[in-house]
């Protein structure tokens, strides 16, 4: 049964930091792997989505890696601002269409 | 872009009812949705996938005849919390894919479910 896991679970950093989020799976055979983005009490936005084959993807301030083999992924989030203030979901795809979510990281960006 | 609607975002109710939570994709047919809960402080735990036209595919461990989903069109499906019990407080939310493997996942806002 894949089991993911996210390091840390919360971070709080000053405003203007670069910053690593962690995210960690047992299965490494995975369709793909996606980072999300959760304000409380709300759903889900994706961020980034890496297919297998991948290694990593970009979009703006974002960058996420993915190390298949070792079941590792990143996230990197570049010049952090206060309005990054939120969960980040890591989850990967074995099969089947649905996610296999971690528990999150918790992030706070001070101003 | 693809956008799933979920509603209500919010609800009350007493133990003994049963509540309906809609998920809608509005600009893209769905033939698989899903379904997740959340509790606080933990991550989402797939509940069961919702096929359109056929009987959804349950999580090991969610009951079927609690948890009723109806998936009628290839942009509805609905989940039925029959006679909700406070320990069914939850968020619940839905998605859905708008295209083939490796697309992204497009998620509900959520639905909050409170059991008094």
């Known amino acids: 049964k894949q089991e993911v896991t996210q390091i840390p679970a919360a971070l709080s950093v000053p405003e203007g930091e670069n910053l690593v989020l962690n995210c960690s799976f047992t299965?490494?055979?995975?369709?793909?792997l996606q980072w999300f983005r959760q304000d409380p009490g709300k759903g889900l936005t994706s961020l980034l989505l890496?297919?297998?084959?991948?290694r990593e993807q970009t979009s703006g301030r974002l960058n996420a890696s993915l190390d298949k083999s070792s079941g590792r992924s990143t996230l990197y989030i570049a010049a952090s601002q206060p309005g990054d203030s939120a969960t980040y979901l890591c989850?990967?795809?074995?099969?089947?269409?649905?996610?296999?979510f971690g528990k999150g990281t918790s992030l706070l960006v001070t101003p | 872009g693809a956008v799933v609607s979920q509603h209500p975002s919010r609800v009350i109710c007493k133990s003994g009812t049963s509540v309906k939570i809609e998920c809608r994709s509005l600009?893209?047919?769905?033939?698989?949705m899903f379904w997740y809960r959340q509790f606080p402080k933990q991550s989402l735990m797939l509940m069961a996938t919702?096929?359109?036209?056929?009987?959804?595919?349950?999580e090991q461990g969610v009951e079927k005849d609690k948890f009723l989903i109806n998936h009628a069109s290839l942009t509805l499906s609905t989940l039925t919390v029959t006679s909700a019990h406070p320990e069914d407080s939850s968020f619940y939310i839905c998605?859905?894919?708008?295209?083939?493997?490796?697309?992204?996942?497009?998620f509900g806002n959520g639905t909050r479910l409170t059991v008094t």
């Open positions: 998605s859905a894919r708008q295209g083939g493997l490796n697309s992204p996942l497009h």
């Open positions: 299965d490494s055979a995975i369709y793909n």
């Open positions: 890496i297919q297998s084959s991948q």
């Open positions: 989850a990967v795809e074995n099969s089947g269409y649905a996610l296999n």
């Open positions: 600009d893209f047919q769905a033939t698989t």
């Open positions: 919702s096929n359109e036209g056929s009987k959804a595919t349950y």
